[in-house]
T-cell receptor
Framework: DTGVSQNPRHKITKRGQNVTFRCDPISEHNRLYWYRQTLGQGPEFLTYFQNEAQLEKSRLLSDRFSAERPKGSFSTLEIQRTEQGDSAMYLC???????????FGPGTRLLVL | SQQGEEDPQALSIQEGENATMNCSYKTSINNLQWYRQNSGRGLVHLILIRSNEREKHSGRLRVTLDTSKKSSSLLITASRAADTASYFCATDKAAGNKLTFGGGTRVLVKP
């Protein structure tokens, strides 16, 4: 299957630890997006890439967050010194810049204790 | 921040009935999309309507868009238990840009 995949699907960590999530987009898609969703809310935009270039970052993306897409394929989202408020579902999506539909992965659910 | 609000926040109907939910947004848009999310899972794209379109159909789904009122509606006809999910509208200001989501409508279809 060539859908968007995310790993891990679940992550439990202790406050202060670093965590890294991976997203593999649909192979021919050059745009990749990260969103965060807390319980009962809609997803909120974090950042997006076109190929390797990070084109936009939300103000939600504090200095503790960093995202990369080094070869224009998969992307990683790292959270340093996690806080309980970082507990959320982290969603990745990809699209072909010629299209407008974003295709979402299953998400990574993070719980910070 | 959320682009707009969805109404109602929750909806409970019997199988076979129609479900209607509304979405309002605040700024000008390029297009509006509707997504479905089953509990704790990723989002599934349902339908996209462009800012110059007024109505669109896909199977049992009908979407309307009123740019003068900055609002959209999603109608699911002849609902099924499998339609139980949260439904989100999302807008973008330009093709390929970030999506801004509403808060969602939680739909429960009782068999």
């Amino acid at each position: 299957d060539t859908g968007v995949s995310q790993n891990p699907r679940h992550k439990i960590t202790k406050r202060g630890q670093n965590v890294t999530f991976r997203c593999d987009p649909i192979s021919e898609h050059n745009r990749l997006y990260w969103y965060r969703q807390t319980l009962g809310q809609g997803p909120e935009f974090l950042t997006y890439f076109q190929n390797e270039a990070q084109l936009e970052k939300s103000r939600l993306l504090s200095d503790r967050f960093s995202a990369e897409r080094p070869k224009g394929s998969f992307s990683t989202l790292e959270i340093q010194r996690t806080e309980q408020g970082d507990s959320a579902m982290y969603l990745c999506a990809s699209s072909d810049s010629a299209q407008e539909t974003q295709y979402f992965g299953p998400g990574t659910r993070l719980l910070v204790l | 921040s959320q682009q707009g609000e969805e109404d109602p926040q929750a909806l409970s109907i019997q199988e076979g009935e129609n479900a209607t939910m509304n979405c309002s947004y605040k700024t000008s848009i390029n297009n509006l999309q509707w997504y479905r999310q089953n509990s704790g899972r990723g989002l599934v794209h349902l339908i996209l309507i462009r800012s110059n379109e007024r109505e669109k159909h896909s199977g049992r789904l009908r979407v309307t868009l009123d740019t003068s009122k900055k609002s959209s509606s999603l109608l699911i006809t002849a609902s099924r238990a499998a339609d139980t999910a949260s439904y989100f509208c999302a807008t973008d200001k330009a093709a390929g840009n970030k999506l801004t989501f509403g808060g969602g409508t939680r739909v429960l279809v009782k068999p």
